[in-house]
């Protein structure tokens, strides 16, 4: 005789992991970061809650986990750029045109992030920001030394360039409309260029 139980599916830690992720996000983007309980998530796994402290100690913990796996995406991609051993501004270019096209790409999971004000969201995702921001700052710190970057303070600017799109992008995010990505590229690029001491930008850059 079949037992009626449903049958227990065992996954490894990443995969379960990974699971919690995806169902937290789906419940974020649904309820909001505010109004989501737990409970919710656990649901939408189709896990217990002890399975849930075994990987996270608080949603705020999830969505911070959520931004670092984020911000590993754009960390591996300006690893494989920098690997690649470019003329100095096409790897900038290459650098800040993957970062708006990849902050457009997560918007939703941007909004959310910056929709909250819990202080202990905020902390995760600044620990997180500092790894990619020391690899960005080491390399624009080399240019600056081989005369390939010209500025006072270069890895000030540079973050200035960097973190400015970033909100520039947010605050677009934030109305809801459309944006043309390719028109915010061109402007970050020729923000970074004229800040940073680059060559001209030709009139087709970013498109």
């Not at 909001?32 to 796994?45: K, N, P, Q, S, V």
């Not at 911070?64 to 690893?79: I, K, N, P, R, V």
């Not at 470019?86 to 790897?91: D, L, V, Y």
């Not at 970050?188 to 001209?200: E, F, S, T, Y």
């Amino acid at each position: 005789m079949t037992s009626g139980r449903r049958k227990r599916v065992s996954k490894d830690p990443e995969a379960r992991r990974g699971d919690i992720l995806r169902a937290a996000r789906n419940v974020f983007d649904a309820t909001g970061f505010t109004e989501t309980r737990i409970a919710d998530i656990t649901e939408a796994a189709g896990i217990a809650k002890g399975t849930f402290y075994l990987h996270f100690r608080t949603k705020e913990h999830v969505l911070g986990a959520l931004w670092s796996q984020y911000l590993d995406e754009f960390y591996l991609s300006a690893e494989r750029i920098l690997a690649r051993g470019q003329e100095w501004w096409s790897t900038i270019d290459e650098l800040l045109a993957t970062l708006v096209r990849h902050v457009i790409a997560h918007a939703e999971l941007r909004r959310l992030v910056y929709g909250t004000t819990d202080a202990r969201v905020a902390e995760v995702c600044a620990a997180s920001n500092e790894r990619l921001m020391t690899t960005l700052s080491g390399f624009i710190a080399e240019g600056a030394a081989q005369g390939a970057v010209h500025a006072e303070q270069p890895e000030w600017v540079f973050s200035m360039v960097y973190h400015g799109a970033e909100r520039l992008l947010d605050n677009l995010i934030s109305t809801g409309d459309r944006i043309d990505g390719e028109q915010v590229l061109r402007c970050v690029l020729d923000l970074a260029h004229r800040a940073l001491g680059g060559p001209p930008l030709p009139e087709a850059a970013g498109r």
